[in-house]
Each structure stands twice: as structure tokens, then as C-alpha cells.
């Protein structure tokens, strides 16, 4: 085998892919076989960066994505209703008009979510402290609302966004260092629950009932034994979810039905966490 020669000669040894340091490989890093590493690695960076930046305690805070701010909202109805003043008998757009008037009125939590957030984060993130953080999905609607009202006092929150098929950017109002990207589900889920104090759930769909559920059934065979669940929107959750009906055909015990609260105000969300938790709320 001849050895390659001359000042400017490639050393083909030094352009395979094998020479390349294991932790300089992407390629490699991102082979099966290196699942287990990746996960672990996924775990840890998010617990490292949030020890570096003093976070102690958080609470979650879930809800639907497509909620939007009351103003917004506003637009999309008188949109969707100009829409059918062109073409009155579109059952199709009809059904747009009675969502847009529904998501009009469940606009409303969008300012909860923002106030509780806010209330929350003046509160705890006082004197260097920055304990009970908000930390969300990092997405749009509630999501956004929540990191905005910390943004609003000048807090800390933070943002849990996911690789998914339909790209979704993070909300420009979490705190840059505690934006993070997940993977793996599994892997953030667990740090929605890590720190948390307390899971507020919004009005939302598959993603909010996901985790609300997940949590439920931590709390209900006791592999979490500290997370108040407060659900905002009584008359939401209550047509949404008949609680009773479970315990009378005997799904879940009646004492499973204080495993979460009602509120209705961010002021009652606080204060049911407040003192679940012996702070004082204001």
C-alpha cells in the first residue's frame, strides 16, 4: 500500500467517517443503537441548564393551542361571519361561524392564563428566588398567554417544545435560556413534572387531556404524591367530562374527585396553590 505524498497530498485515514470523534459524529449519534444515549442526554440538558439558571420549583401550565387572545379572536368571528353573509347556506361555513362565536367566548381564559402567570411570577421571582415557574408547552394560545404574563413582570418562564411533523416554534415570550427542544415525549413529560408544584389545565384538546391524565393517574397510584391539579373553567370541564359517571359505574373511587380543584379566576388558582403549598399568596 503506498502512503500518500506531497505537501498538499489528502490522507484518505483522516477523511473517513470513522476518524471523526464519536461525540463529533452526528451521523453516528443518530444511529439506533445510540437511542438509550440520546434519551439520557435529552433528559439531562434541560435538568443541567435549569440548575444553572436557579430554578427550584415550577408550575405547569396547560391548554389548547388555538385559543387566542380576545382581540384576535374578534377578528376570526367577524371574519368568518363576513364569509357567510356571502354564502348563507354553506353548512361548511355556517359550522365555522358557531366555532369562531365558541372560541370568542372561551377567549376569556387566554387573559386568565396571562394573569395568573403574571400573579404567579411577581410573586415567587422575588429577591433572586425563582421558584414556581411557569413552564408550558411553548406553544401558541394559552401556552403563549402563560409566558407572556411572565414576560409582562420581567420573570423567568419556561418553554417545552416538540419535534413534530406540522413544524411548531416556540412563543417569543419564554425566557431564551429555558427554551428547549424535545425529541422524545416521554422525556418531556417528565420534565413538565420534575419541578412542579402544581398543574393549571386550561381549557384544550388531546394535548392538554394527555397530560392532564397522565397526571391524574401519577397522583391517583401515588408515583407523584405533591402536584395540585387545578382545572380552570368549571362548567367546561364538568360538560366535558361527567366525573360522577366514572365513580358510579365504579372506573374510579370518590375520592379520586379531590385529586383536582375548579377555579375560575387566576387570583382562585393562586390562592388554591398558595396554600396547598404554604406560601403566601400575595
Known sequence: MTSPSGPNSINPAEESSSYIPADHDLEFLQREELRPLRIGMELLKPELIQREEGVQSTIVVFGSARLHEPQ??????????????????????????????????????????????????????????????????????????????????????????????????????????????????????????????????????FGTLDELFETLTLLQTGKTKHVLVVLVGKDFWERLIDWQWLVENGLIAQQDLQLFHYAETAQEAWDLIAHHNGVASS
Open 72 to 205: 384576535v379572536a374578534q377578528v376570526a368571528l367577524r371574519e368568518a361571519e363576513e364569509e357567510a353573509t356571502r354564502a348563507p347556506s354553506d353548512p361548511t361555513i355556517l359550522q365555522k361561524v358557531a366555532i369562531a362565536r365558541r372560541q370568542l367566548a372561551l377567549s376569556k381564559y387566554y387573559d386568565v392564563a396571562r394573569e395568573f402567570s403574571r400573579l404567579v411570577s411577581s410573586t415567587c421571582q422575588i429577591d433572586g428566588r425563582c421558584d414556581y415557574v411557569i413552564v408550558t408547552g411553548g406553544g401558541p394560545g394559552i401556552m403563549e398567554a402563560a409566558n407572556r404574563g411572565a414576560a409582562d413582570v420581567g420573570a423567568k418562564s419556561i418553554g417545552l417544545n416538540i419535534t413534530l411533523p406540522h413544524e411548531q416554534h416556540p412563543n417569543p415570550y419564554i425566557a431564551p435560556k429555558l427554551s428547549f427542544q424535545f425529541h422524545y415525549f416521554a422525556i418531556r413529560k417528565m420534565h413538565f413534572l420534575i419541578r412542579a408544584k402544581a398543574l393549571v389545565a386550561f381549557p384544550g384538546g
